[in-house]
């Protein structure tokens, strides 16, 4: 069984840049939620994608958006990097129509913004 | 508004047990996780309770009181590889968005 698998593993962008991070969930789930963990703190729901659909979105501006594709991977894009964007970016999946379903943390992106 | 609670930092001894509380406030209540956390890598799910009562699942166990608003993880027999950060999620709504508390960072020493 494959996991969750997230790239790249680091990346360092510039403020005003954009960025894309990539996500591939594990095998039979088609349901993925990006999470934001500042540095010391908990993660922070960005969003949700659920048969390629948005599924819900956290208190996020609308320079965060993502796409699901129908492999059921799964892209977060952030325009206009703010110095706060700076953290770890998580994908996580879970298996479909399961309330108390697992989600299941890819290890991360950690994006510096300078 | 929603809320999570946990202490901050927490120490203890190998091979002893400690308890690390949680107490949520939040709009609805469909479940709530444990998760452990290393540094620098992802969490890992350690327990999901929706009922009131106790699970326990080998050296952990994880409580709830839904009337209370109140969830512990006891760790039994503590190992240095337990240090880590454990964090505690609750599910408020009808589909699996988490709610994380800000965690607890656990330190094992000999």
């Known amino acids: 069984e494959t996991g969750v698998t997230q790239s790249p593993t680091h990346l360092i962008k510039t403020r005003g840049q954009q960025v894309t991070l990539r996500c591939s969930s594990q095998?039979?789930?088609?349901?993925v939620s990006w999470y934001q963990q500042a540095l010391g703190q908990g993660p922070q729901f960005i969003f949700q994608?659920?048969?390629?659909?948005?599924?819900g979105r956290g208190n996020f501006p609308p320079r965060f958006s993502g796409l699901q594709f129908p492999n059921y991977s799964s892209e977060l894009n952030v325009n206009a990097l703010e110095l706060d964007d700076s953290a770890l970016y998580l994908c996580?999946?879970?298996?479909?129509?399961?309330?108390?379903?697992?989600?299941?943390f890819g290890n991360g992106t950690r994006l510096t913004v300078t | 508004g929603q809320n999570i609670d946990q202490p901050t930092e927490m120490t203890a001894t190998e091979g002893a047990i400690v308890q690390i509380n949680c107490t949520y406030q939040?709009?609805?209540?469909?479940?709530l996780f444990w998760y452990q956390q290393h540094a620098g890598e992802a969490p890992t799910f350690l327990s999901y309770?929706?009922?009131?009562g106790l699970e326990e699942k080998g050296r952990f166990s994880s409580f709830l009181s839904r009337s209370k608003g109140y969830s512990y993880l006891l760790l039994k027999e503590l190992q240095m590889k337990d240090s880590a950060s454990y964090l505690c999620?609750?599910?408020?709504?009808?589909?699996?968005?988490?709610?994380f508390g800000a965690g607890t960072r656990l330190a094992v020493h000999p």
């Open positions: 996580a999946s879970s298996q479909p129509g399961q309330r108390n379903s697992p989600l299941h």
């Open positions: 095998s039979g789930h088609n349901t």
């Open positions: 994608y659920y048969r390629e659909e948005e599924n």
């Open positions: 939040t709009s609805g209540f469909n479940g």
């Open positions: 309770n929706v009922l009131d």
């Open positions: 999620a609750v599910i408020p709504g009808g589909y699996n968005k988490l709610i």
